[in-house]
């Protein structure tokens, strides 16, 4: 048996690993298109966007492989079902459920690569190619991200605890310096909001510090002068799929401790922890399938299914996320719904075959 799980899985390996070369090939095409136009810009150069686009590669992998995983098992085992192989291991005495398990084993060594590339690799590689292509593109900003967001605008300190979805700043701190970097205000706001031309500061309140002393002025709102706009904001600020687990699970609870909202986290963190599951149920939804068509589909059809079944469920997966969040559904669940529901359709797709 070891023959034949080590032959099956070479099938399957190679028909994964090729679709998910052909896959990053036009990620990455596409990726360096939308870059191209940015190119002379400050000091971003062609050099800059290729370092960019190939930093996000690890990312890249990760997302892309439950689907890949799909198609590559589909196309492997085509393969073999063109070739008679598929019934030739089956006339030698070999089940339908004992070629799933074999499949099964090849594609472990993968799922805990793609693991590792995907929460080890990507996430750093993610965070110094935006920080790269943010000081290229504008060299007057410096800023670092350890639980909020800090930057340095000339000799203002800026810390905003969190950006909601339409980029709008929440719990914005200005710690404005002098040439002797003496601390001359303070300026805290509760949210701050982009109107087109400048931020706009609402319920402010503004600490001066001079030689008169400590006076404090509270206003309704206050226009805000600085380089700091939607498109750093939304280069800058965490997204919830850019963090790795542990990450996540920290900035979690930084967020429940500030009095934030930290759904949408709670939920990229349960999809993180299903991801190995999801591509399991995704290659044994992929067995079912071979067997039943074995030689009477052609590889395209059989790529054009895996591709719309992982399309499907892609869209099922986001509909679910949303419809928690809106509903208020634990992330537990919403995260996990799409995945059990693909491995109840495999398992009855075998009770079929049998």
Excluded: C
Excluded at 215 to 243: C, F, I, K, M
Excluded at 324 to 333: R, T
Aim: aromatic share 10%.
């Amino acid at each position: 048996m070891r023959i034949l799980d080590r032959y099956i899985g070479q099938a399957v390996q190679t028909g994964v690993l090729a679709v998910l070369g052909v896959a990053l090939s036009l990620f990455v095409l596409i990726n360096f298109i939308n870059e191209f136009e940015k190119v002379g810009r400050a000091d971003y150069t062609v050099w800059k966007a290729v370092e960019y686009v190939l930093l996000w590669l690890p990312k890249l992998i990760y997302q892309v492989f439950p689907v890949a995983a799909l198609m590559g098992t589909m196309l492997g085992l085509g393969v073999l079902a063109n070739h008679s192989e598929l019934v030739v291991i089956r006339a030698a005495g070999v089940s339908k459920l004992r070629v799933a398990i074999s499949v099964t084993k090849a594609m472990l060594a993968l799922i805990v690569i793609a693991f590792i590339v995907g929460e080890v690799i990507a996430p750093p590689a993610e965070q110094y190619a935006e920080q790269m292509r943010l000081r290229a593109l504008s060299s007057k900003v410096s800023f670092n991200q350890q639980f909020g967001l800090w930057v340095r605008d000339e000799n203002t300190y800026i810390h905003v605890q969190s950006v909601d979805a339409n980029d709008q700043l929440q719990g914005v701190d200005l710690y404005l310096f002098n040439d002797k970097r003496q601390l001359e205000k303070r300026i805290h706001a509760k949210a701050a909001i982009f109107d087109g031309k400048l931020w706009q500061l609402h319920d402010v309140t503004e600490t001066v510090i001079d030689k008169q002393g400590v006076r404090l002025t509270h206003l309704a709102t206050l226009p805000w002068q600085t380089v700091l706009d939607t498109e750093l904001v939304g280069t800058v600020s965490y997204n919830p799929d850019s963090l790795s687990i542990w990450n996540q699970v920290t900035y979690i609870g930084y967020l429940k401790s500030n009095g934030l909202d930290a759904r949408i986290y709670e939920l990229a963190l349960w999809n993180k922890i299903i991801a190995p599951v999801t591509i399991l149920a995704m290659v044994l939804l992929a067995v079912p399938f071979v067997f039943g068509f074995q030689r009477q589909a052609s590889m395209g059809k059989r790529v054009v299914l895996g591709f719309v079944i992982g399309v499907v469920f892609y869209i099922a997966s986001r509909l679910t996320g949303q419809m928690g969040l809106v509903y208020d559904i634990p992330a537990f669940l919403s995260a996990s719904i799409p995945t059990l529901l693909v491995l109840v359709f495999a398992l009855w797709q075998y009770r079929r075959m049998h």
